[in-house]
């Protein structure tokens, strides 16, 4: 028996493969919220508009979401090792391009290259746990932990990003991110095994009509929050995105080999967890986007003590987060689902209902603390429906339309909310202002919590999930095709 065959050794292997994969995935997730509590200094430094400051999320957000499925299928025909390595080489440099931003055009493109990286990257990190992890106890704990960094993610980049700014800049935030990258290509080469090629092509128009349909209904959105909703740009960049992620329907449904196999949407409860997830990040995106503003313009927090304010969510989180395979054995994927939306919920209506107080205390730490309990628990259930029961070969595509999920709910979200923002009327007062219109935001973020709740309540049943799918039988605990 050589060394590698070792129990131990297969186990350390096992351990640098999943650490080198959340650190990735968490690098990515951390740079969706890493600019948050920079948004005041980057605004004033470039020139930002209070409405274009949103496409500093949302042209990541849309590039990752828009080809994820390319990325996936990349994967799939190109190896996932490879595209894993080629993903995080594209993040990498485009970082290094985005800290060194002179205008918003330069930084809005390159935050577009950088999510072009995310979308090669964040469906190989999926698959290879599919690849390298067997379904059952060990699978659960490596996307346990996968969610875990979903989640911590988004409050790290928020704690980061404030301590940079305020300390160096706002462009450390993504210098960091070089050596980082550097060291996980180095790891991947070492410790990742590469997946076996399979034949097929690339589905480039269902990928560019999936991406520009996106690109045109957000912009329709937030052109209506620039300009009202009559404009003629508003409502042509809404209907041509509908009719472009039609045709994306179309040629999926005529492909030889979809960028979207339809076959995955065929189970109504997966279809349930994309959905649920959807709307619940269309809800939480608003929450850290308004949140970390509202703390520099009503509060007048400085970035860093800003980011240190995200502290009452992230300890929760990680708590909860790491909790998740010990309270799915006691009390069942359902009930903690149930449970972290339900927390979600109250402290985002309760954040939103005090905004006006401009009180941390009692309208800030207080829900922050509810939304980090909740948050852990929510990701993880999630992630396991979403992938339940998918034949390995789909294993990339079905990771795939699970981070389009992730992504698009964040950008559609933040583009409605945007609106719901600047629909307020203007007073001599600032920061009432920006505290009255960040309640009415928090409470519509609200409902879409309340629609992720009412969606799993209806449709997501654990064990229903767990029984064998047609065609496939289990023989000797493992499923076969």
């Given at each position: 028996?050589?060394?590698l065959s070792t129990?131990?050794?297969r186990?350390?292997?096992r ?10 995935y968490l ?7 890493i ?7 980057i605004?004033?430094?470039l020139?930002?508009t209070p409405?274009?400051?949103s496409?500093?999320q949302n ?11 390319l990325?996936?299928?990349?994967g799939?025909?190109l ?8 993903g995080l080489?594209?993040?990498t440099?485009?970082s290094?391009?985005i800290?060194a931003a002179m205008?918003p055009?330069?930084?809005i493109?390159f935050r ?6 995310a979308a090669i990257?964040?469906?190989s990190?999926?698959?290879?746990i599919s690849?390298?992890?067997e379904?059952?106890?060990?699978r659960?704990?490596a996307?346990?932990?996968?969610a875990?960094?979903?989640?911590i ?12 700014a305020?300390?160096i800049s706002w462009r450390a935030?993504f210098f960091?991110?070089l050596?980082?990258g550097?060291l996980?290509?180095?790891?991947s080469?070492?410790?990742?095994r590469e997946t076996p090629?399979?034949s ?10 999936s ?6 209904l ?15 740009q ?7 995105g509908?009719l472009?992620l039609?045709a994306f329907?179309w ?12 076959s995955?949407l065929r189970n109504?409860q ?9 709307l ?5 995106a608003?929450?850290w986007f308004f949140?970390a503003q509202y703390?520099q313009?009503v509060l007048?927090?400085?970035?860093m ?7 009452p ?19 069942g ?22 905004a006006t107080q401009?009180d941390y205390?009692?309208?800030v730490m ?7 309990f909740g948050?852990g ?9 979403g992938?339940a029961g998918v034949?390995p ?7 795939g ?14 583009a409605?909310l945007v609106v719901?923002y600047?629909g307020?009327?203007?007073t ?6 920006m505290a009255?219109h960040t309640?009415?935001?928090?409470e519509?973020a609200a409902?879409?919590?309340a ?7 209806r449709y997501?049943?654990?064990d229903l999930?767990?029984?064998?799918l047609?065609g496939?039988q289990?023989q000797g605990?493992h499923?076969?095709?």
């Amino acid at each position: 028996m050589t060394p590698l065959s070792t129990p131990s050794a297969r186990a350390l292997n096992r351990s640098m493969v999943l650490s080198i994969i959340m650190v990735s995935y968490l690098m990515l997730v951390i740079d969706i919220s890493i600019v948050l509590t920079g948004l005041p200094r980057i605004q004033r430094a470039l020139g930002f508009t209070p409405a274009s400051l949103s496409w500093i999320q949302n042209a990541y957000t849309l590039t990752f979401g828009g080809f994820l499925l390319l990325g996936a299928r990349a994967g799939d025909i190109l190896g996932r090792r490879r595209m894993f390595i080629t993903g995080l080489a594209i993040f990498t440099l485009a970082s290094l391009a985005i800290g060194a931003a002179m205008t918003p055009a330069w930084m809005i493109a390159f935050r577009a290259v950088q999510g072009l990286g995310a979308a090669i990257l964040a469906p190989s990190t999926l698959a290879l746990i599919s690849t390298h992890f067997e379904e059952g106890p060990e699978r659960t704990r490596a996307l346990a932990l996968y969610a875990a960094a979903a989640g911590i993610g988004a409050t790290l980049g928020l704690v980061a990003g404030g301590l940079l700014a305020d300390l160096i800049s706002w462009r450390a935030g993504f210098f960091i991110n070089l050596p980082l990258g550097m060291l996980l290509i180095a790891g991947s080469l070492r410790y990742i095994r590469e997946t076996p090629r399979q034949s097929g092509r690339f589905d480039m128009a269902g990928a560019l009509t999936s991406t520009l349909g996106m690109c045109w209904l957000v912009f329709g959105i937030v052109e209506a929050a620039e300009s009202g909703w009559g404009t003629v740009q508003s409502w042509s960049g809404m209907l041509g995105g509908v009719l472009l992620l039609a045709a994306f329907l179309w040629i999926e449904s005529h492909a030889r080999q979809p960028l979207l196999p339809l076959s995955l949407l065929r189970n109504a409860q997966r279809n349930a967890a994309y959905i649920a997830r959807l709307l619940f990040l269309c809800g939480m995106a608003g929450f850290w986007f308004f949140t970390a503003q509202y703390l520099q313009g009503v509060l007048g927090f400085s970035p860093m003590l800003a980011g240190m304010a995200f502290v009452p969510v992230t300890l929760p989180q990680l708590a909860t987060s790491l909790s998740v395979p010990a309270a799915v054995r006691r009390f069942g994927q359902r009930r903690i689902l149930l449970l972290g939306l339900t927390l979600c919920l109250a402290g985002v209506l309760w954040q939103g209902l005090a905004a006006t107080q401009a009180d941390y205390l009692t309208g800030v730490m207080g829900p922050m603390l509810l939304v980090g309990f909740g948050q852990g628990w929510v990701l993880a259930p999630l992630t396991v429906a979403g992938v339940a029961g998918v034949e390995p070969n789909n294993a990339g595509a079905a990771s795939g339309v699970l981070n389009v999920a992730h992504q698009i709910g964040a950008t559609l979200g933040l583009a409605i909310l945007v609106v719901v923002y600047s629909g307020g009327h203007a007073t001599l007062y600032p920061a009432a202002d920006m505290a009255r219109h960040t309640g009415h935001v928090l409470e519509v973020a609200a409902l879409f919590l309340a629609a992720a709740l009412l969606v799993v309540l209806r449709y997501i049943r654990f064990d229903l999930l767990a029984r064998p799918l047609p065609g496939v039988q289990r023989q000797g605990g493992h499923a076969r095709s």
